[in-house]
């Protein structure tokens, strides 16, 4: 049986030097990360309980700190890490990173974004996941860490019940496996692996979204090419790109407003939702509009832009058309009098003379 030891850390409850197995040759798929597969894994010290470890990929940094963190505080509903360090296992790379976790009591909501599952109630949405994912995230923003995969296919039943528990939040970079519905605006429009660790307006953005997938029983948007689906959410703000023809439940419409709104001043925070799950009723705020949309479009690729960011979305898609309509005269009289933006027409008018 091929194995290898891993040892916990000095901080363990174990213990120091508590030893577990990883068998290379129990992979367990259904537990696996995007970007590291899991294999069984078993502890003498506690030969009675389940393990599980993820191997992590060598070219995408873990998040140890995360780790570290996720194991001192031993958060609950929450995957948390037993064990960690660098292991030499048959078929990866010398030294690779691992994390041994408890093997969740349930299975995971979806083993792929294409699935379906039954879809939630309003009631059971309100009563029976969010207190507890609410509780967790409290701790999170205190610490002020992100967890930063909070998405279906990174939650667990909490055993036979329809309660959930967040999964693996350090095998990879922050957000690098999150599909582009469950970033904001800015996640979504940078490289998977290069997103930032945010803050806690992004772990409840990826909520918001991830709480529509519950009341649908289904991706909200699965047909939809992601760049496609980050000009929906430009032209038409998140949750009217994201819900779509959907009507949800009258009860969590507030809800998911707040948690996918796209300017982080005007996003629900977890006391925003603390004071809402208790009945109260929030105060308005003063919209932040994101956008100014200009009288006539922009065009370039094939269509018309009404908003900056919306050119700037299409100018990532080619840049060498995009420098040259930066250079061209008729860019920035759409900005001047189009879009009425006069430190926009300024900043590009210095690139045309610089040029």
Known sequence: ??????????????????????????????????????????CEDRPDESFFALVCDPSLPARREVTEKLANLKIENVLT?????????????????AIVFERPRGKRVAAAMTDTIKPY????????????????????????????????????????????????????????????????????????HCRSPGTSAD?????????????????????????????????????????GAFRPPPEVIELLRGLLADDPRDRWTVADMEGWM??????????????????????????GHYMARGVAHAFAS????????IRSSEFEIWLQRSLADEPRTASVGAVRVEN
Do not use: C
């Open 121 to 192: 109630t309003a009631h059971e949405l309100l009563h029976d996941v969010l207190p507890p994912l609410l509780a967790t995230l409290r701790i999170f923003a205190d610490i002020r860490m992100t967890h930063r995969g909070i998405r279906p296919t990174n939650l667990f039943f909490r055993g036979a019940t329809r309660q959930l528990i967040l999964g693996d939040a350090s095998s990879a970079p922050a957000g690098a496996a999150q599909p582009v519905a469950y970033e904001t605006i800015e996640g979504g429009m940078a490289l998977p």
């Open 1 to 42: 049986m091929a194995s290898t030891n891993i040892v916990f850390g000095p901080d363990s409850s174990v213990g120091p030097g508590s030893a577990y197995q990883i068998l290379a040759d129990q992979k367990l798929d259904e537990l696996r990360s995007p970007h590291a597969p899991a294999y069984a894994a078993i």
């Open 278 to 303: 208790q009945g109260r009723r929030l105060k308005p705020r003063q919209q932040h509009p994101t956008t100014i949309v200009a009288t006539r479009p922009f065009e370039f690729g094939g269509r």
């Open 203 to 243: 772990d409840l953005y990826a909520l918001g979204a991830t709480l529509l997938f519950l009341l649908l029983g289904r991706d909200p948007m699965p047909e939809i090419e992601p760049r496609e689906l980050i000009r929906l959410k430009i032209e038409s703000g998140s949750f009217m790109a994201l819900v």
């Open 81 to 97: 890490p037993e064990a960690w360090g660098e292991v030499d296992l048959q078929g990866h790379p010398p030294r690779s990173f």
């Open 318 to 325: 080619d840049p060498a058309a995009a420098a040259r309509s």
